[in-house]
């Protein structure tokens, strides 16, 4: 006696079946850009055989300097999660702290140095005049960089600003009279 197997279940039926066509409700208008009768085949053909237009030199140069103010501005987005790490770390020396401290140093005086080399695709004849002002924005921007880093190193107690830190460059002070004769020290 053989037993059959169970029928599958219906989500098994309705995956392996295709989709019956619902029928359409006269009453609700196609979207704007709808075509029904434009099938997968048509819509994949159509896009290949759409060629884009190549943009013009000026809208080049604008998408250039769009993309070279992005990057002139980027330390600064990067700042308020800086500060917060800053914040966070604490005015102890620790190991963390201090790899923070040393990466807000870095990453600055690395981007100034490189700036000529970030720029360059961006340099045209069109754009050559307006990116002064962008690496001028980007220069300020990791100066603002180098300020968190000054301040989170002021706050850690390691910047010599007070008297006390200089002792070892102060001489002895003489004094011109005495109160108490010398004999009597």
Same mark, same amino acid.
């Given at each position: 006696?053989?037993?059959?197997?169970?029928?599958?279940?219906?989500?098994?039926?309705?995956?392996?079946?295709?989709?019956?066509?619902?029928?359409?409700?006269?009453?609700?208008?196609?979207?704007?850009?709808?075509?029904?009768?434009?099938?997968?085949?048509?819509?994949?053909?159509?896009?290949?055989?759409?060629?884009?237009?190549?943009?013009?030199?000026?809208?080049?140069?604008? /998408?250039?300097?769009?993309?070279?103010?992005?990057?002139?501005?980027?330390?600064?987005?990067?700042?308020?999660?800086?500060?917060?790490?800053?914040?966070?770390?604490?005015?102890?020396?620790?190991?963390?702290?201090?790899?923070?401290?040393?990466?807000?140093?870095?990453?600055?005086? /690395?981007?100034?140095?490189?700036? =000529?080399?970030?720029?360059?695709?961006?340099?045209?004849?069109?754009?050559?005049?307006?990116?002064?002002?962008?690496?001028?924005?980007?220069?300020?921007?990791? /100066?603002?960089? /180098?300020?968190?880093?000054?301040?989170?190193?002021? =706050?850690?107690?390691?910047?010599?600003?007070?008297?006390?830190?200089?002792?070892? !460059?102060?001489?002895?002070?003489? !004094?011109?009279?005495?109160?108490?004769?010398?004999? !009597?020290?």
């Amino acid at each position: 006696m053989t037993t059959q197997p169970p029928p599958p279940p219906p989500w098994v039926l309705d995956l392996n079946s295709p989709r019956a066509s619902k029928p359409k409700n006269v009453n609700i208008a196609d979207p704007p850009g709808y075509t029904a009768a434009a099938s997968s085949k048509q819509r994949s053909q159509s896009s290949k055989n759409a060629v884009r237009k190549a943009p013009s030199p000026e809208e080049m140069d604008t /998408l250039k300097m769009k993309k070279a103010w992005e990057l002139a501005i980027a330390p600064a987005k990067q700042l308020p999660m800086n500060a917060i790490g800053m914040y966070m770390t604490g005015n102890t020396l620790q190991i963390f702290s201090i790899f923070m401290v040393f990466t807000l140093f870095k990453t600055p005086v /690395l981007a100034v140095l490189n700036i =000529q080399r970030v720029f360059a695709p961006f340099e045209t004849s069109g754009t050559s005049g307006r990116l002064i002002a962008v690496k001028a924005v980007c220069v300020l921007m990791n /100066l603002l960089m /180098l300020g968190l880093g000054i301040w989170k190193v002021n =706050q850690m107690g390691l910047l010599p600003t007070t008297r006390s830190d200089w002792l070892a !460059w102060e001489g002895e002070r003489t !004094w011109s009279e005495r109160a108490v004769p010398r004999e !009597w020290l």
